[in-house]
Every structure is written in C-alpha cells, then in structure tokens.
C-alpha cells in the first residue's frame, strides 16, 4: 500500500506543472527531470488531499461507513475544491444529502472527473478486492459524482486493486478496471474504443 501511495504522490506531482498546458495538443518539448524535492507539494494537490479525507473517515468509522458519515466528513473540509467536488461539498453543508448531492438534479457538475482523480486510494486499501473497492467508491463517488464520473473512479480503482496480483499484462490490469463498470456505460465504450 505504501509504495502505490508513494507512486501516486510522485505522479501527481511530476504532472502538475503541466496540468491544462496542452488543451487539444499534446506536449512536445522535453519533461522536466524528476526530483526528489518535487513531493514537497503532493499535500497541496486536491487528487491527494481528498482521498486523505476519506482515509480519515474510513478509520474514523471503518470499512462499514455510510453516505451520511463520508458526506459528514467531506463536508467538513477545509480545503480549497473546484467543479463536482465544490458543488457536492457545498450541496452537503446545504442539507442535500449524498447520494444527491452528485446527482444531476443538484450538480452540474456530475459527469466531471472529480472522482477518477481521487478513487486511487479505494483501489489501494482493497488489493484483489474489486467488489469492495466498488461498494466504498459507490458511497464516495456520489458525494460529488453521477453516472459516468462514478464509472471512471470505479474504472481506476478497480484497476488498482488488481495491480496487485499482475506485473507483466497491462490489459489484464486494463480489463479488471472495465469489469467494475456497466458495459453499457459511455466510459466503458470509450474505453473499449481505445482498446480496440
């Protein structure tokens, strides 16, 4: 578990510099060399700081945690959100309740991405365990998201959980993410396309 932390710190702090710098192009200059002294903002990162939240709660109240105790504990962060995760959050402290406040009807925001960039940590504290990974992102995602911004933290999170067990086959590790969303869903057609 520590080491898929530690990979997911340095990831999101070696892409951070370029984060929205090639909208609709890809980047074609050199990245810049690692460094050890880059982790030193991974706690500044919401695809980190949220999961910590949820990390917190589920020791708080154990694997057993219902929507009404991760809402109360996303509802009570701090830190700085944007798109589903500030319309859920803000839906929460409002009165409307997960899994309302990702729902369409209360959040514009819903299909974003908020929750792929944050469903690692589900996929981490459940190696081998996709049908659990899924249970917890279900209570998680639809703090913030619906649909398929549900699927795709399902989608990586199940992809997690299977990285345990396979060093070699990226597609099998690529085909146990797909297994944990519906086949009719528009991310696992798109991910299918891609594979195909």
Known sequence: ????WAGQMIGVCFA????????????????????????????????????????????????DINFKQAGKAFAESKYRLWHAN????DNIRRGIPAPKSG???????????DFQIEA???????????QESNRLCDIFGHLMNYGDGVYGGMFMAGMYSAAYFEDADVLKVIN???????????????ISDVLK
């Open 1 to 4: 578990c520590k080491g898929a």
């Open 16 to 63: 951070a510099p370029y984060e929205f710098k090639s909208n609709g192009a890809p980047l074609m200059t050199a990245l810049r060399p690692w460094t050890p002294e880059s982790l030193k903002g991974a706690i500044n990162q919401d695809d980190i700081y949220v999961e910590m939240t949820w990390l917190t709660a589920l020791e708080k109240y154990g694997l």
């Open 86 to 89: 500030r319309a859920g959050r």
């Open 103 to 113: 729902h369409p009807d209360y959040n514009r925001h819903a299909d974003d991405i």
């Open 120 to 130: 690692d940590l589900l996929g981490i504290i459940c190696p081998g365990l996709p």
């Open 176 to 190: 146990a993410g797909l297994a944990c969303i519906p086949k009719k869903s528009t991310y696992h057609q798109c």
